[in-house]
C-alpha cells in the first residue's frame, strides 16, 4: 500500500493562491493513479483533480477547472494541487488519494488516503 502525506494548506485571502503536494512512499509507485478530494464542513466528500501517473490523463471538476491545475513529479513521487483564484467555496480538509493505474473522480476507487491538509479562504 501507498502512504500519503499532505502540505501546503493554510489562510489565503479570496484570490489567493496555494500549492498543495503529496508525497508518497512505500510500494511501486509508477503503477498509481492520484487524486485530490475535498471535505467541507456539512459536505460530502468531493473530488477536486486526478492524475494518472504517466500524467497522460488528467480531469479536474468543473467547480476547480482553470483555477485549479493538477500535476505530478515522478522523480520525487509527489503530486501537486496548484490552486489560484480562491474563493469562499474552496475553503476545506485537502485529501490526497491513490490507486491503481487509471484516474477517477470517484472516491471509493481509492485505496490509499492521506491525512489531510486544511485550507482556509478568508480576508
Known amino acids: 500500500q501507498v502512504q500519503l502525506v499532505e502540505s501546503g494548506g493554510g489562510l489565503v485571502q479570496p484570490g489567493g493562491s496555494l500549492r498543495l503536494s503529496c508525497a508518497a512512499s512505500?510500494?511501486?509507485?509508477?503503477?498509481?493513479?492520484m487524486g485530490w478530494f475535498r471535505e467541507a464542513r456539512w459536505r460530502e466528500r468531493e473530488f477536486v483533480a486526478t492524475i494518472s501517473w504517466t500524467g497522460g490523463n488528467m480531469y479536474h471538476a468543473d467547480t476547480v477547472k482553470i483555477r485549479f491545475t493538477i500535476s505530478g513529479d515522478n522523480a520525487k513521487n509527489t503530486v501537486y494541487l496548484q490552486m489560484n483564484s480562491l474563493k469562499p467555496e474552496d475553503p476545506a480538509i485537502y485529501y490526497c488519494?491513490?490507486?491503481?493505474?487509471?484516474?477517477?473522480?470517484?472516491?471509493?476507487?481509492?485505496?490509499?488516503w492521506g491525512q489531510g491538509t486544511q485550507v482556509t479562504v478568508s480576508s
Open positions: 488519494a491513490a490507486r491503481a493505474f487509471t484516474a477517477s473522480r470517484y472516491s471509493y476507487e481509492y485505496n490509499s
Open positions: 512505500g510500494r511501486t509507485f509508477r503503477s498509481y493513479a
